[in-house]
């Protein structure tokens, strides 16, 4: 089942897509990745739904990625003695750490991590920034604020603290189970939230220990303060723009994206635009102008993959949303100025033997030209490279992981299949040309470029190129 596009689709799995009949009927209409979110459902309804996914996968022969997004801390206020109550614009509030039912004048706030990084003028937003509130006095039990602008506040309302980093882990005791719990069911992609910084990467990736790649949201400015950081310590990158959209000026968050793309597409790691891109289909037909603008624009600028949340996890419509994101993707791309815009912020080549070849490949792709770039790869790097180079033929990756096989879904042109491994270099060419004329990437007269490793199974090299023509089915001596 080739696609015709090179832009992923990552569709979110909820009540309204977890039955087996509709996550296949989401995979033809262009699902290439599975997100479960572990701040709803139960374990069992996890490993049912993933048991789902492997079936249809075995059926399909096509590997299907998955990833599980761990809820991360919720910060919240308590609840009140009469809900909803309203705060007044110029008035004082409190927030607290006392039990005691809240009123129009103060709250409790059961996070003293948060009184402890808070200082006189810094700001705190509520009910994703529908309510913003200016810090005039704090200590370690409170914080007195004045109500900036004001509005109704009701029971367990979120709380976001746009200007202050937060001195806690971004796994809470929830995730930690959860984490246990995908990675024991065979899930190899782990979504954290509530990135500030290097260090919260660094403490994912040791509870992980190998077991699963990881994939950092980026939905904190702090984030975006250490992105380069971040982006080096990480597999993937996920723009999460529902709460940049709260923290940071709205205005900001398109220039933040752009730069986040770059930044993975630089690093050849792959970046995931999420939040609100087709929001108005979870009830609705079709979009908005503005939705498929804002598709689009995710796919100009080189986007790996773009995601449904709601639309497809709670939508009236799940298979038409992600027909409809296919569309816009595959009409993007057929843009003349398409290529021309990959091109503009294509990344440099590094002085590397690897990267020599990857470029190399890209560019006989072109001059030959070529079907497709065929990559043989133990860890996927070898796929990534390629895919980071944003050439003009598809990517086919053949790996003897299926793990591996399934986390390159998430990644720009690359199509993955598990092969057997091989024990030396000369049997590559056969079965980079079968599996290419098997698959539909090509045919008798077109030429294939060869990416590989040598010794083969050795992690991270890419080091031979070869030029092959398919004659019969076979490459040409």
């Known amino acids: ?16 897509s977890g039955g087996a009949d509709m996550l296949a009927r989401l995979v033809h209409a262009g699902a290439d990745v599975f997100r479960f979110n572990f701040s709803h459902g139960t374990h069992e309804e996890h490993a049912e739904r993933l048991k789902s996914v492997r079936a249809l996968e075995r059926r399909i022969g096509q590997p299907i990625g998955v990833f599980a997004d761990l809820q991360g801390p919720k910060l919240r206020v308590g609840s009140f003695a009469g809900s909803p109550v309203h705060l007044e614009a110029g008035s004082s509030f409190r927030l607290d750490l006392t039990e005691q039912p809240g009123s129009a004048e103060r709250v409790q706030l059961p996070h003293p991590e948060i009184f402890a990084a808070l200082h006189p003028g810094a700001e705190l937003l509520l009910d994703d920034g529908r309510l913003r509130l200016r810090v005039t006095d704090c200590g370690p039990d409170f914080a007195d604020t004045k109500v900036v602008t004001g509005g109704p506040l009701s029971d367990n309302k979120g709380v976001n603290v746009p200007d202050v980093a937060l001195d806690f882990s971004p796994l809470t005791e929830k995730d930690r189970r959860d984490l ?56 993937a ?3 999460a723009r529902g709460d940049l959209g709260v923290e940071l000026p709205p205005e900001t968050v398109p220039a933040i994206q752009k730069r986040i793309i770059r930044t993975c597409r630089q690093a050849g790691k792959p970046v995931i635009v999420a939040t ?39 939508g009236k419509r799940p298979e038409s949303v992600v027909g409809m994101m296919e569309r816009i993707i595959t009409h993007s ?83 993955p299949v ?24 090509a045919k008798d007269a077109d030429h294939l470029v060869i990416t590989a490793g040598l010794p083969l199974h050795t992690m991270g090299v890419t080091n031979v190129l070869r030029l092959v023509k398919v004659q019969h089915g076979q490459a040409e001596p």
């Open 180 to 235: 246990e719990f995908a990675l024991e069911i065979g899930i190899s992609l782990i979504a954290l939230s509530f990135v500030q910084r290097p260090e919260d990467v660094e403490e994912a990736k040791q509870l992980i220990a190998g077991r699963a790649r990881l994939i950092s949201k980026l939905e904190k400015p702090s984030a975006v303060q250490h992105l380069e950081e971040i982006v080096e310590l990480t597999d």
């Open 418 to 441: 598990q092969v057997d491994a091989m024990d030396n270099g000369e049997d590559m060419e056969a079965v980079g040309v079968r599996v290419a004329t098997e698959a539909g990437f």
């Open 1 to 16: 089942m080739r696609r015709s596009r090179q832009t992923k689709i990552v569709a979110t799995i909820g009540p309204a």
């Open 333 to 415: 791309e057929n843009d003349p100025a398409y290529r021309e815009l990959l091109n503009a912020c294509q990344a440099k080549p590094k002085r590397t033997t690897a990267d020599t070849i990857t470029e190399s490949a890209s560019q006989a792709s072109m001059t030959l030209p070529a079907a497709a770039i065929v990559t043989f790869t133990t860890s996927g790097a070898t796929a990534l490279r390629a895919s980071r180079r944003r050439p003009p033929v598809p990517i086919l990756a053949l790996t003897p992981s299926l793990d591996v096989a399934r986390n390159l879904t998430c990644a720009w042109g690359v199509h």
């Open 276 to 314: 609100q891109m087709l929001d108005s289909m979870i009830v609705a037909p079709t979009p908005t102008r503005a939705e498929a603008s804002d598709v689009a624009n995710a796919v100009y600028e080189g986007t790996d993959a773009v995601m449904l949340s709601g639309e497809t996890a709670i």
């Open 237 to 239: 990158v996920m723009v």
